[in-house]
């Protein structure tokens, strides 16, 4: 029996998580939970997930950047796939996220709310080409 | 002794080249319990004014060297909330609203008794006061208003995005074993707070384009492209609704200025707005025309109409049409949004109907003034 894919969620917003986790879980993934940015480089770092997704909106508007890079800068954390999640309109009504030019790469750029079919799709997408 | 009410001692300046009229008025000031500096001519009290940001001057009109106007005119400038008075011995009504228009706050004419200095002063310094107050309120409203959306977009969203999210968990874990009947309650909690969403979007952007903070790029750009973007995006629930979408344009129309998303909203929430109230069968038709200067697209529907006693309201936030009977949807900021775009734009919106017959919205905006070609030009 081949071992589940890991997964760390990062987001601030508890029910948030909660409900992720639920979809994760159900698309067969073992899910990990950091409840804010530091909780999560720590998690990153001790259960190596296969692939992380992170909320770009947490406590400050840089939190979830300050994460990416922390992870990115990890010998694991080059290659593994790392999605971010935004809420809707950040700067105003129709501009969707466009990541500074310095911007590590993130292999997905996904809206809150999600659906759940999209982002088992997604992740399947990026595990798989991996 | 005299107190302004302020805890503070006031600080006020006297300038005027007779040295008998400084010294009387500082007596007289100084025993009200001001503070009083004084200067025997422009540039002395001008320096002086700089340094010691007085609350209120008396500038005499009429100096050697540099008039009162003068003085006024730069101390008006340089020192903030400073509240003048023009001392004149030739009280001309010219000279007078000229120092006003300079920014005095009033004049004193020669010669006065303490009497009137001191109540000119405490009255000048209540007016110093309750200027500062007010722009102090203003400002924290101003504060407040902008707190108020960055509080609306962030606690108002986060938990119906959470909810939305929820929903999708509640059908990935369990849906394949819901009944009908839960399936339907489910798909009318994501329908409501989907609407719900939508208001808050919608007033958001309202709240948005009434500070400043909506983010338009404007561009030299063709109505014919917003058109057709526009009913791409509403044919399939025309067609669902049974309703025919039209347009008629003519074959190359000239550039306006705009933001194309915005302007796409306009147009998808009027064509939204007509499948509302036109039946299955009826007809919603987008028609474009121009002259030299102006454009305008019309939207007409063969639908219910509005009743002409409603027809002035419908663009009031939070207005409308329907009765309480009736089956309502949407945020009521649909067409309060559109006017708010059109007038960013310069144009206009405007609507006729006749219950039983149909409605028309007819926008109308001015064709840009484009010297070059494909450049993007800001209409004056």
């Known amino acids: 029996m081949t071992a589940k894919k890991k997964i760390l969620l990062i987001d601030d917003d508890k029910d ?8 994760l879980e159900k698309g067969g993934y073992e899910v990990f939970l950091a409840e804010d940015g530091k909780t999560g480089v720590e998690m990153w770092k001790s259960i190596n997930p296969d692939l992380a997704i992170i909320d770009m909106m947490m406590e400050t508007w840089g939190e979830g950047f300050s994460v990416l890079n922390k992870i990115r800068a990890t010998d694991t954390g080059k290659e593994t796939p790392l999605f971010m999640l935004s809420a809707v309109d950040l700067q105003g009504p129709y501009q969707s996220f466009e990541p500074p030019p310095e911007f590590p790469t993130v292999n997905k750029v996904l809206q809150k709310p999600i659906k759940a079919d999209d982002l088992l799709g997604y992740i399947r997408q990026a595990l798989g080409v991996k | 002794m005299i107190m302004t009410g302020n805890s503070e001692k006031h600080l006020i300046l006297i300038i005027d080249d007779e040295e008998v009229l400084r010294d009387g008025c500082r007596q007289v000031l100084e025993r009200c319990g001001y503070d009083v500096l004084t200067a025997g001519q422009g540039n002395e009290g001008i320096k002086l004014a700089r340094e010691r940001m007085p609350d209120m001057a008396f500038i005499d009109l009429k100096m050697p060297n540099m008039s009162g106007m003068e003085i006024i005119e730069i101390l008006s400038r340089d020192i903030p909330d400073v509240v003048l008075v023009m001392i004149t011995g030739f009280a001309t009504i010219v000279s007078a609203v000229e120092a006003m228009q300079k920014g005095a706050y009033d004049y004193l004419p ?24 007010t722009r102090r309120l203003r400002e924290e409203k101003d504060q407040m208003e902008r707190n108020f959306i960055t509080f609306v977009s962030h606690e108002m969203r986060s938990p119906l995005v959470v909810i939305r999210q929820y929903i999708e968990a509640l059908n990935a874990i369990a849906g394949d074993r819901f009944e009908q009947d ?3 309650i489910i798909e009318r909690c994501t329908k409501r707070v989907h609407n719900l969403e939508e208001m808050v979007e919608h007033w958001l952007d309202i709240s948005r384009i009434e500070n400043g903070t909506l983010t338009q790029q404007k561009v030299s750009l063709s109505l014919d492209s917003i058109i057709s973007r526009s009913v791409e995006e509403m044919a399939p629930l025309c067609r669902k609704k049974g309703i025919a979408l039209e347009t008629n344009s003519p074959r190359s129309l000239p550039p306006i200025t705009g933001d194309t998303e915005s302007l796409v909203r306009v147009f998808t929430n009027i064509i939204g707005n007509a499948t509302k109230y036109t039946p299955e069968g009826g007809k919603i038709t987008v028609t474009v025309k121009n002259d030299d200067y102006y454009i305008t697209a019309s939207i007409a529907d063969n639908g219910t109409g509005i009743p002409p006693e409603k027809l002035p309201l419908i663009f009031e936030p939070f207005y409308r049409c329907a009765e309480k009977n009736e089956k309502s949807s949407g945020s009521g900021l649909g067409l309060t949004f559109c006017k708010k775009i059109m007038e960013s734009h310069n144009g206009v919106i405007d609507v006729s109907s006749r219950e039983g017959e149909g409605t028309i919205f007819v926008l109308t905006f001015p064709i840009s003034i484009n010297t070059e070609r494909n450049g993007s030009v800001e209409i004056q």
């Open chain 1, 16 to 23: 948030f998580l909660f409900a992720t986790k639920l979809i």
């Open chain 2, 110 to 133: 020669k010669p006065f008794n303490p009497d009137q200095l001191r109540a000119l002063t405490k009255r000048a310094l209540e007016h110093r006061n309750l200027k500062i107050e």
């Open chain 2, 182 to 184: 839960v399936k339907e």
